[in-house]
């Protein structure tokens, strides 16, 4: 059973490498791109359309897309039924929500053009049925197909960036455009995949009692959406009003060095969060939970230190001249990045034992420290300010849901060496802003993490690569 556990994790993270890799490779390469053509107030503009669809959506929704996963797992003689429902929540709050807006644009408080509007509208649209039909192929184990539909994505933003950005030349609108191609067609392709899906939809045989324990559920996810946004964008907004549009672009390209460190634990967590709910074990007695959770860390350490020591050249390489202070945030990001990681992974742990209030609640306190400290650095010391305030954050909510796990799940962590290896992450980024960008102390800090973390790198190497040579012979 062991064994099953650890493929069945290894196979599904394959799976959602394949899904996600392709679309998370494509914006960091399309960066150059993005910096040439346009402006960093048309970016800027662009990724506030984006920013504000990524908070609405979970509200727009409900977040029941979140509770189409956990419940298809659970009851999987109604799944179709489920889905209905999810299907029904979901057009119902994107009609309301349409008509909201027409009326919030005619009131002119945000000075928008009328067709940013038009975009938001559809980008939310586009993300609450990707998320419902993605999560409700993976509910019924059709990883490979929710794969397939990333590729999907990927190719369809690929033509549509090409064609509007660098042959039709329309900037900021085939820009906007391109956001919603892609993954309208990717929620084609999940439609298409769902079986018997026009029966689910009319289906309505869901009873009260399922219904209420569904949006229970899920209620407090949205509450942890609204405020894991906060964490993660709300600085944006902060950066408009305290300094520009320019600034907010500077600092949205900043984010795409780190998108390398996302890429690749996303692809994990996507996996985990499967296993999280399947194999839930209070004792934790084969140490499955405990095991996984340390090589995730030590992994997003180790990498986080080295794409910092890599900052400054891939900035050099990515980033337009307009852009290249960018670099600036980016290393502080990529910190963030690690602790939002091991977040996620903690929440999976609550979802799988549907104690949802508890992520809800240690997310709230982080974003209301992230405002906190928003107000005072900003103006202070501008949008690295922002960057500074979300690894604080997001390092809360980490070692938050840590402390509430205690309750739930019995983990054998380290938790004294893990904060020495993020200190030394934190004194990799101090050496960065020295003369010659301090590429001696930064190596150092590195020796030491790998020399921590030695017997995490021996296990992996053993148990991938030393057992693949073995076979090739």
């Given at each position: 059973m062991k064994k099953n556990k650890y493929n069945d994790l290894k196979k599904n993270t394959i799976l959602f490498t394949i899904s996600s890799f392709?679309?998370?490779?494509?914006?960091?390469?399309?960066?150059?791109?993005?910096?040439?053509v346009l402006s960093t107030a048309d970016y800027g503009t662009a990724d506030m359309v984006y920013t504000t669809s990524s908070l609405i959506v979970f509200a727009v929704a409900l977040n029941i897309s979140d509770a189409v996963l956990r419940y298809a797992i659970d009851i999987k003689d109604r799944q179709s039924n489920i889905l209905g429902y999810g299907f029904r929540v979901t057009i119902k709050g994107n009609l309301i929500f349409a008509i909201l807006v027409y009326f919030f644009s005619k009131l002119n408080i945000i000075e928008w053009e009328g067709y940013l509007y038009i975009f938001l509208v559809l980008h939310v649209f586009v993300?609450?049925?990707?998320?419902?039909?993605?999560?409700?192929?993976?509910?019924?184990?059709?990883?490979?197909?929710?794969?397939?539909?990333?590729?999907?994505?990927?190719?369809?933003?690929?033509?549509?960036?090409?064609?509007?950005?660098v042959v039709l030349k329309i900037g900021i609108v085939g820009y906007l455009i391109s956001m919603i191609v892609g993954p309208l067609f990717s929620l084609l392709y999940c439609m298409r995949t769902c079986d018997?899906?026009?029966?689910?939809?009319?289906?309505?045989?869901?009873?009260?009692?399922?219904?209420?324990?569904?949006?229970?559920?899920?209620?407090?996810l949205i509450l942890n959406g609204i405020t894991w946004w906060i964490n993660s964008s709300l600085d944006k907004y902060f950066i408009v009003g305290y300094c520009n549009v320019s600034d907010n672009g500077i600092y949205s390209v900043s984010q795409k060095i780190p998108t390398i460190l996302t890429t690749f634990s996303s692809f994990f967590l996507q996996a985990w969060n499967l296993s999280a709910i399947k194999e839930f074990d209070r004792e934790d007695k084969d140490g499955f939970f405990s095991n996984t959770y340390n090589f995730l860390n030590a992994g997003l350490v180790i990498l986080c230190s080295s794409?910092?020591?890599?900052?400054?050249?891939?900035?050099?390489?990515?980033?337009?001249?307009?852009?290249?202070?960018?670099?600036?945030c980016s290393s502080w990001l990529l910190i963030s990045t690690v602790f939002s990681a091991i977040s996620s992974y903690e929440g999976s742990i609550f979802a799988a034992c549907k104690k949802s209030s508890i992520t809800a609640i240690s997310t709230v306190v982080a974003a209301s420290i992230n405002i906190v400290l928003n107000f005072i650095l900003i103006p202070r010391i501008g949008i690295q300010g922002a960057a500074?305030?979300?690894?604080?954050?997001?390092?809360?909510?980490?070692?938050?849901?840590?402390?509430?796990?205690?309750?739930?799940?019995?983990?054998?962590?380290?938790?004294?060496?893990?904060?020495?290896?993020?200190?030394?992450?934190?004194?990799?980024?101090?050496?960065?802003?020295?003369?010659?960008?301090?590429?001696?102390?930064?190596?150092?800090?590195?020796?030491?993490?790998?020399?921590?973390?030695?017997?995490?790198?021996?296990?992996?190497?053993?148990?991938?690569?030393?057992?693949?040579?073995?076979?090739?012979k």
């Amino acid at each position: 059973m062991k064994k099953n556990k650890y493929n069945d994790l290894k196979k599904n993270t394959i799976l959602f490498t394949i899904s996600s890799f392709s679309s998370k490779i494509l914006s960091f390469l399309l960066v150059p791109l993005y910096t040439s053509v346009l402006s960093t107030a048309d970016y800027g503009t662009a990724d506030m359309v984006y920013t504000t669809s990524s908070l609405i959506v979970f509200a727009v929704a409900l977040n029941i897309s979140d509770a189409v996963l956990r419940y298809a797992i659970d009851i999987k003689d109604r799944q179709s039924n489920i889905l209905g429902y999810g299907f029904r929540v979901t057009i119902k709050g994107n009609l309301i929500f349409a008509i909201l807006v027409y009326f919030f644009s005619k009131l002119n408080i945000i000075e928008w053009e009328g067709y940013l509007y038009i975009f938001l509208v559809l980008h939310v649209f586009v993300s609450s049925f990707v998320n419902l039909f993605s999560n409700y192929l993976r509910a019924i184990d059709k990883i490979r197909e929710v794969a397939i539909s990333g590729i999907v994505a990927t190719f369809f933003t690929i033509i549509s960036n090409i064609v509007f950005l660098v042959v039709l030349k329309i900037g900021i609108v085939g820009y906007l455009i391109s956001m919603i191609v892609g993954p309208l067609f990717s929620l084609l392709y999940c439609m298409r995949t769902c079986d018997n899906l026009f029966v689910a939809l009319k289906e309505n045989k869901i009873d009260r009692k399922l219904r209420n324990e569904m949006l229970i559920y899920c209620l407090p996810l949205i509450l942890n959406g609204i405020t894991w946004w906060i964490n993660s964008s709300l600085d944006k907004y902060f950066i408009v009003g305290y300094c520009n549009v320019s600034d907010n672009g500077i600092y949205s390209v900043s984010q795409k060095i780190p998108t390398i460190l996302t890429t690749f634990s996303s692809f994990f967590l996507q996996a985990w969060n499967l296993s999280a709910i399947k194999e839930f074990d209070r004792e934790d007695k084969d140490g499955f939970f405990s095991n996984t959770y340390n090589f995730l860390n030590a992994g997003l350490v180790i990498l986080c230190s080295s794409i910092i020591l890599c900052n400054i050249p891939l900035a050099n390489i990515l980033y337009g001249k307009d852009f290249f202070e960018a670099w600036k945030c980016s290393s502080w990001l990529l910190i963030s990045t690690v602790f939002s990681a091991i977040s996620s992974y903690e929440g999976s742990i609550f979802a799988a034992c549907k104690k949802s209030s508890i992520t809800a609640i240690s997310t709230v306190v982080a974003a209301s420290i992230n405002i906190v400290l928003n107000f005072i650095l900003i103006p202070r010391i501008g949008i690295q300010g922002a960057a500074i305030a979300t690894v604080i954050s997001f390092m809360s909510v980490c070692f938050l849901r840590l402390i509430c796990l205690r309750n739930v799940i019995n983990m054998r962590i380290n938790i004294f060496r893990n904060c020495f290896t993020y200190c030394l992450l934190v004194a990799q980024v101090i050496f960065e802003r020295t003369n010659g960008y301090g590429y001696l102390g930064q190596i150092g800090c590195m020796i030491i993490i790998l020399w921590i973390y030695r017997d995490y790198i021996i296990l992996f190497v053993k148990k991938n690569f030393l057992k693949y040579r073995n076979y090739r012979k």
